[in-house]
């Protein structure tokens, strides 16, 4: 405890000795991961107020309707083509090579990337929005649902493209090793957000006027992020035409490429149950699944808090060469995040009903069934991602890519075949079959051979195709 507690200051450590450097990574995981404390517990607190009162103010269709518009639209993440996610590897191996052009030289290229993927996302909705069915899509039913389904749709899929370009300066800071500045201003976009929503909720607009407020938030919070960035902290980064590089751009596209098959495997496969639902079992087993599911979303996060910012600090790493620290690393974090997710998981699991009826009343009965499976897949998943991370520092994508395509494909098949003979616990079920044979089992005898791959390659070169 005392080891941790002296590393929760803002004065770095000297990084002139290995010993130096090991504690500085450490220590900017661990501010990281307190700022993620306070800006997930805002984000938490917002979901806290803002379900039972969404649910009880737009009724189960509508809410329904959102919780489908949002699944739908949860593959815009990976509308940047996995650009952010390479923004975030390129910065932090830039920062262990002490290498400012080429930090600079990234940051442009991609900005401008994103900038026109958006706006080419924008024109191609534009044009397509008249011909889309939301009664077929949604399968809504009533004549309020079905006139704010199709508004609904294009407001939130604004606000997903306008964040695209804008999460540029959150993706910069956390290649930097400081993602707890990037933390506050999350922390902004969440308070906004909330006020947003109860703003609309308190002046009876529609579904509309509801995703903007919450969803406008956080899009205002990422500007103001990228203003304080790039025109006060690091002015020398701020995305210029002429700093554009093709081999950057190069880069930038291929390792996207992986990120981005990656994103979409990953939207199929944890974004489709709210859809699978709507189709098989209808629109009261969506408002079941997707409430039921926001408990193991919080117990999820509460443990992940830690793992994201050892990503680039895994990259850093790697780029000096210090390959004994990213095991150590490594180890102490799939030990954590699996212990700490068995532990939630099981409270949840074991106090769900209480709690969702505390929560958000007589509406949501789940299953034990349907608990106890998103229980063991929470704890599957965080495991999992505890492993991601150190995949993504070492830049080991092609593993990722094979057993993610995978892992889509047999989530979906899986637990629509299940659904439709067992119910909504199915779709729980179905993830913890297709991730545990899919991801796991792969994953445990492909990381100790890609260590030993490290320690081996790590004085000649210490990148991974």
């Not at 680039?312 to 690393?329: F, H, L, N, S």
């Amino acid at each position: 405890m005392a080891s941790l507690l002296s590393l929760l200051r803002l004065r770095s450590f000297d990084t002139g000795t290995r010993e130096g450097r090991s504690r500085e990574r450490y220590r900017r995981v661990a501010l990281t991961a307190l700022s993620s404390v306070a800006a997930r517990s805002v984000a938490l607190l917002s979901l806290l107020i803002s379900v039972p009162l969404t649910l009880r103010y737009l009724g189960t269709e509508r809410y329904a309707l959102w919780m489908a518009v949002s699944s739908l639209l949860a593959a815009l993440a990976s509308l940047d083509l996995g650009i952010g996610n390479g923004l975030v590897t390129a910065v932090a191996e830039t920062d262990g090579r002490g290498d400012r052009e080429g930090a600079r030289a990234y940051v442009s290229s991609a900005a401008f990337l994103l900038l026109g993927l958006a706006a080419v996302a924008l024109l191609g909705f534009a044009a397509a929005y008249p011909f889309l069915s939301w009664k077929a899509l949604f399968r809504v039913e009533t004549d309020l649902a079905l006139r704010e389904a199709g508004p609904a749709t294009a407001v939130f899929f604004a606000c997903v493209a306008a964040s695209v370009p804008l999460s540029v300066a959150g993706r910069v800071r956390a290649g930097y090793q400081q993602g707890f500045v990037g933390d506050l201003w999350t922390l902004l976009g969440s308070v906004l957000g909330l006020v947003g929503l109860l703003t609309a909720v308190a002046a009876r607009a529609g579904l509309p006027w509801l995703i903007l407020g919450f969803s406008g938030g956080p899009v205002l919070a990422a500007l103001a992020n990228g203003g304080s960035l790039f025109a006060v902290e690091r002015p020398w980064l701020r995305p210029r035409l002429q700093a554009i590089a093709a081999s950057k751009v190069k880069r930038l596209l291929r390792t996207g490429l992986a990120f981005f098959m990656l994103q979409v495997a990953s939207a199929v496969a944890f974004s489709s149950d709210s859809l699978i639902a709507a189709q098989v079992l209808g629109p009261q087993a969506v408002t079941e699944f997707a409430v039921t599911a926001r408990l193991f979303i919080i117990v999820g996060v509460a443990v992940s808090i830690a793992l994201t910012p050892l990503w680039p600090a895994y990259g850093e790493a790697v780029a000096r060469g210090d390959v004994g620290w990213v095991r150590r690393a490594l180890l102490r974090s799939l030990v954590g995040a699996t212990l700490g997710s068995l532990a939630l998981s099981t409270l949840a699991v074991v106090f769900g009903t209480t709690l969702l009826r505390l929560w958000v009343g007589p509406a949501v009965h789940p299953s034990f069934g349907l608990l106890l499976g998103l229980g063991v897949s929470t704890v599957l998943m965080t495991a999992g991602n505890a492993t991601a991370m150190f995949l993504n520092g070492v830049q080991a994508f092609r593993f990722q890519v094979v057993t993610g395509t995978s892992l889509a494909v047999v989530k979906v098949v899986v637990s629509v075949i299940l659904a439709r003979r067992l119910g909504v616990a199915a779709l729980a079920w179905g993830t913890v079959l297709a991730y545990g044979v899919v991801v796991v089992v792969p994953m445990a005898l492909f990381v100790p051979r890609l260590l030993a791959r490290l320690r081996r390659t790590a004085p000649r070169s210490n990148h991974l195709a």
